[in-house]
């Protein structure tokens, strides 16, 4: 992983900088740049929630009962390699390996209202994913050209 070129965020995953800079009326990239530069090759970062990539990751809630913890992540996009999943915190990782599917799903995604929920189908199995409704086009592109 180190020999790769370093994954610029996407558009719709914004810092506290970045949110700064927009109050001030600086305009940061668009999710059609995004598409270019990754057409051109330029690698993209788009963060993410997932239950399910990487493994499940179970809380207890008391009385024996358990459920999937929803993680956050980082979702590297490049063109030529496989799109590969990293949780923000611990150690978990996945390479998602084609053919894909991709389907939104509608449901909400509890805490983020700006964040879309889709049913990611890869070789080795379906998952749960929640991007920024500002990069749904990107991932829907990319995951899109993937199938072809």
């Not at 970045?18 to 057409?39: G, Y």
């Not at 189908?121 to 379906?126: F, K, L, Q, S």
């Amino acid at each position: 992983m180190a020999n790769r070129e370093a994954a610029r965020r996407s558009a719709g995953t914004a810092t506290v900088l970045d949110v700064l800079l927009r109050w001030a009326w600086i305009r940061r990239r668009t999710p059609a740049q995004d598409i270019e530069d990754f057409r051109n090759g330029q690698p993209l970062q788009v963060v993410g929630f997932t239950k399910s990539i990487g493994g499940v990751s179970v809380t207890s809630v008391g009385r024996g009962k358990q459920i999937a913890r929803l993680r956050q992540g980082y979702l590297r996009l490049a063109a030529g390699e496989a799109p590969v999943w990293s949780d923000r915190r611990g150690g978990r990782s996945a390479i998602l390996k084609s053919p894909f599917g991709l389907k939104l799903t509608g449901d909400k995604v509890s805490m983020a209202p700006k964040f879309e929920r889709y049913e990611l189908v890869t070789a080795d199995g379906t998952y749960d994913l929640a991007v920024p409704k500002k990069d749904a086009e990107l991932v829907r592109h990319v995951f899109g050209l993937a199938q072809r």
